[in-house]
T-cell receptor, first 111, second 116 residues
């Protein structure tokens, strides 16, 4: 799996958009970008994924650059409950469905 | 619908004892995974099951660790002769298809194991 690089921590004001960057410069054409988050004392929670097009769901938006070497997860109106560690993962499609988690970004949403 | 259920949520055991951790995956999910997370650390892959295929045990840290999945559903992770370094949160996840590479993993809330 391609290696990802994320800032170790970020702050965001409550109600503002949280933009979490991820670098995956060695991503290959058959790898998807996945985002998960882990709120304290809970298991990781799936947020969103994409291949090359931008994606949006009820939780977040995913913006992938045209060269696919980086992406940004956007939480449009962050709340205190969005405080968590956010993991960006690229995932191959051959046998072995597991995810390889890196260090993630610890997002702190502040009032 | 019901998510991935793990039991017990907390387990304290004495060094040298055996423990069993249980995972009930989401109904219909054919793939099941075990991870562990030590305090303040990332997730470490342990083992995964897909249908009737032989499990991928490549992440198991030692032969004290084993897992089985009965009837393609419930899974049990067993740790024999527990050591203090086994203390961690053990997380189980399931997903719909192995071949469907865009099928997200759904995680339970884990079992916190403390070895005293």
């Amino acid at each position: 799996d391609a290696k990802t690089t994320q800032p170790p921590s970020m702050d965001c004001a409550e109600g503002r958009a949280a933009n979490l960057p991820c670098n995956h410069s060695t991503i290959s054409g058959n790898e998807y970008v996945y985002w998960y988050r882990q709120i304290h004392s809970q298991g990781p929670q799936y947020i969103i994924h994409g291949l090359k097009n931008n994606e949006t769901n009820e939780m977040a938006s995913l913006i992938i650059t045209e060269d696919r070497k980086s992406s940004t997860l956007i939480l449009p109106h962050a709340t205190l409950r969005d405080t968590a560690v956010y993991y960006c993962i690229v995932r191959v499609i051959y046998a072995g469905n597991m995810l390889t988690f890196g260090g993630g970004t610890r997002l702190m949403v502040k009032p | 619908g019901a998510g991935v259920s793990q039991s017990p949520s907390n387990k304290v055991t004495e060094k040298g004892k055996d423990v069993e951790l249980r995972c009930d995956p989401i109904s219909g999910h054919t793939a099941l995974y075990w991870y562990r997370q030590s305090l303040g650390q990332g997730l470490e892959f342990l083992i995964y099951f897909q249908g009737n295929s032989a499990p991928d045990k490549s992440g198991l840290p030692s032969d004290r660790f084993s897992a089985e999945r009965t009837g393609g559903s419930v899974s049990t992770l067993t740790i024999q002769r527990t050591q203090q370094e086994d203390s961690a949160v053990y997380l189980c996840a399931s997903s719909l298809f192995q071949s469907s590479y865009n099928s997200p993993l759904h995680f339970g809330n884990g079992t916190r194991l403390t070895v005293t």
